[in-house]
């Protein structure tokens, strides 16, 4: 056996204690990424790391604990292989920007259209996502959670927008039309309305993502709907922050710039009746500028910006010179980790003044 043969890999006593249970530690990513290491619910960066001292591999080696009391004896054993580095895990954030991306090559437009040329592309079954995310399964289904998604045939699909928005829009009109209270959306009836226009399936995951569900309906309150739509006579209460946050970015992804004032009557106007809107909605989505006669306000999603911390940065300062706290923590917030909070990301990455009273957070290099 050669040096070359063998790794040494330094691991923390929860890795050990995977180890030492039969737990699977995997290796994850391809070529042009750096390697990951994940447990079922941990990510870790792994790194290279040299030591001064030799490291001697010996095969069949007996430590003085297996020895009987007062024995003393010398035993030779080859020595295979002298190592002088080894590899050590670092916890990180999961690397789930990727995600986002295979899901997007083929987005679920309905039925009608699996077969057009525009929905040819790449389809993942969670598995799959598996082997390619750099994130442990555990951390890559929270993510999946996380994003308007549908099972279609063992496929995770992102549902295009515009077809999530026929989707959430036809369950807002079913709301007025029959008056229902927001937090009492009976999923039966959904399903008995909307089946023939898009798949129950869709249907309830769409009221799942949009809403929290509640209780079960006492029976003989409500109709059931067709057999076999899984409706059980739950109901749904919809989650005003989420549903009034879609309703923005209606308004917001088409368009450049939208005019604040403007904007903020047509979303609140938009919104199903009950609902109120909240500049907290949009936290994260969309950046109003102040500074412009008249303030307007535009598309500016955190989704599409990059996962390293330094890129991220260079990406807001680009985008604006100056940043309030209020402005920027949305966009660096999933950023932080139990060490690195917002308040260190900014002492690290950027540098404070004062404009007009008020702090603020500028580039700490120069940009190109």
Known sequence: ????????????????????????????????????????????????????????????????????????????????????????????????????????????????????????????????????????????????????VCDIDGYVRLLDFDYLQRVLFSIADLVTENSWSLDSVPLN??????????????????????????????????NTGPSGDNGDGAIYKLDEDKVCRFFAEVFLRPTEKFNFKEFLQTWQDSVPEGMNTSLHQIEGLALVDRSSKPEVVKFFPVEDMPEEIGDRF???FRAREKWTLEDIRPYIIDLTTDKTGVSALLTKYARASLQNGIKVYNSRKPLS
């Open 1 to 148: 056996m050669d040096n070359e043969a063998i790794r040494l890999m330094e691991v923390d006593e929860d890795v050990l204690a995977h180890l030492k249970t039969g737990d699977r530690l995997t290796i994850r990513g391809e070529k042009a990424e750096s390697a990951v290491l994940c447990t079922t619910s941990q990510t870790f960066d792994i790194k290279e790391a040299e030591t001064s001292n030799s490291l001697l591999m010996v095969p069949t080696c007996i430590f003085p604990d297996s020895l009987e009391d007062g024995e003393d004896k010398i035993i030779y054993r080859q020595v295979c292989a002298v190592l002088h580095d080894y590899l050590e895990l670092k916890p990180c954030k999961p690397r789930l920007r990727k995600l986002r991306h295979l899901l997007e090559e083929n987005t679920y437009c309905g039925k009608a259209y699996e077969g057009d040329e525009g929905h040819r592309g790449s389809k993942y079954t969670f598995p799959d996502l598996c082997q390619l995310v750099q994130a442990s399964d555990a951390e890559i289904q929270h993510a999946i959670n996380a994003l308007p």
């Open 189 to 222: 009836i959904c399903l008995e309305e909307l089946h023939e226009l898009y798949p129950k399936d869709v249907i309830k995951r769409v009221l799942e993502f949009y809403g929290n569900r509640q209780n079960k309906v006492p029976k003989g309150k409500m």
């Open 314 to 316: 260079d990406h807001l």
